[in-house]
């Protein structure tokens, strides 16, 4: 069968086509880079496209024409720079199911959420629950999966957090400790998948993903603790109302383009826990594993204590470099003329002066860019071009500034380190 496959290149959806071309089926995916798509699995068939921006039948008539199945695995946790809630998990989904009802798709298979639980009136599970209504009465065949929380090898949003927590030195300070959490393996979202393609569930189908266990978020994070192989750590639990600007900071960052999953809405889900309804109406009939047989099934290396600690590290260095570089052209500014001093020996006082507040806004704007995820990249490549450029000028014009008791050169070094290790870290997924 040809499958294509929305969000082939996340946590879910790429497990979900390697299942399915293990099946044999000629799998298509939608990425926003399709040629670094391709490099990692040049087996898919990758057509550049944003969900965002295929809001009419239209945008999707040519690509369903090839295709005999959707399965969508895509989604956002909140507006910002690089979603569009709306636009993705709603507009684009009601255009998608007109232009198949057109062209003659024989299923389409969701995977979603449970949309009335915790949080339900978030966008993101409004959006979620307006796609699915629209669903079942599109008359289209269709299968909707609604997983719980997803284990698996690799790890995005919360269940990233859930090991960047688990690594915390000394104590694991936790919100909604007591809060009930269901899991289930991606591997056996995407077996799942795999039998809704095969035919196995009637059309209409509406299941819950879930292992047979329950536990706390207390409990999971100190599943995840062993399974990084770290001795144990005292649990401190934390009111939620102390947690309110660590969110509010979260969904400033979201909408700088960072997913972070500390937002509102994933605060939100996790006030009364991960869920499903939990009835054999809305169970598949296979088994699924237990947390702890998921993680016992996927060994941790050092790798992933290492993810696990930059995980909650890393934005903590967007911070750091943003203030560092904003504060060095804001604190020049105060007094331009007196920083300009060491210009003076090669140009006219007025030069050196254009030249010193040229640089200090230089370095306003290297900071600040580097908050918003679409140019972050470009901004570190830009503050190590510009430091280089500081370091050469400033030894070339005042080479004494490497003896200086307060080390102005020398200390501009760490931020280089702290630039390159920045980088190295930036992806996301």
């Not at 294509?4 to 990425?31: P, W």
């Not at 649990?235 to 947690?243: C, N, Q, R, Y």
């Not at 960072?258 to 054999?280: F, K, Q, Y």
């Not at 007094?335 to 210009?343: D, L, M, Q, Y």
């Amino acid at each position: 069968m040809k499958i294509l496959i929305l969000g082939a290149t996340g946590f879910i959806g790429s497990v979900v086509a390697a299942r399915l071309r293990a099946d044999g089926h000629v799998v298509t995916g939608l990425a926003r880079n399709p040629s670094r798509a391709r490099i990692r699995h040049p087996s898919t068939t990758w057509i550049k496209a944003d969900l965002a921006t295929m809001t009419d039948p239209a945008n999707w008539r040519a690509l369903l024409s090839s295709q005999q199945a959707v399965v969508n695995c895509a989604g956002a946790l909140q507006d910002g720079l690089s979603d569009d809630l709306g636009a993705t998990q709603e507009r684009a989904m009601l255009a998608l199911y007109a232009a198949a009802a057109q062209s003659g798709t024989e299923l389409i298979v969701q995977i979603s959420a449970r949309t009335d639980g915790g949080g339900k009136e978030q966008p993101f599970l409004a959006t979620k629950r307006s796609a699915d209504e629209a669903l079942a009465a599109s008359g289209l065949d269709h299968v909707i999966l609604r997983p719980a929380l997803v284990l698996g090898r690799n790890a995005h949003g919360g269940t990233a957090l859930l090991r960047a927590l688990a690594a915390m030195p000394f104590v694991l300070p936790l919100i909604h400790a007591q809060s009930p959490i269901e899991t289930v393996s991606v591997d056996d979202v995407a077996t799942t998948v795999s039998n809704a393609v095969a035919g196995q569930f009637p059309s209409d189908a509406d299941i819950d993903l879930a292992g047979d266990d329950v536990l706390t978020l207390r409990e999971l994070v100190t599943l995840h603790r062993n399974w990084l192989g770290l001795p144990p750590a005292r649990i401190v639990p934390i009111p939620a109302v102390l947690t309110r600007p660590i969110t509010w900071a979260a969904d400033i960052a979201g909408r700088l383009g960072w997913r972070s999953p500390l937002r509102s809405t994933a605060m939100a889900v996790m006030s009364e826990g991960v869920l499903s309804r939990r009835d054999e109406q809305h169970r598949p009939s296979q088994r699924m594993a237990k947390a702890a047989e998921i993680l016992d099934a996927n060994s941790s290396g050092i790798q992933d204590l290492w993810s696990a600690r930059l995980y909650l590290l890393k934005p903590l260095m967007i911070t750091g470099l943003a203030l560092f570089w904003m504060l060095s052209g804001i604190v020049p500014l105060l007094a331009p003329i007196t920083a300009s001093r060491h210009f003076l020996p090669f140009m006219s006082p007025g030069m050196a002066t254009m030249l010193t507040i040229a640089t200090c806004f230089l370095d306003i704007a290297l900071g600040a860019l580097v908050l918003a995820r679409p140019f972050a990249r470009a901004a570190l490549f830009g503050m190590l071009g510009v430091t280089l450029a500081y370091l050469a000028g400033g030894t070339l014009l005042e080479p004494s500034l490497w003896l200086d008791p307060l080390g102005p050169l020398v200390k501009v070094l760490p931020s280089i380190l702290l630039t390159v290790a920045t980088l190295a870290i930036l992806e996301e997924r």
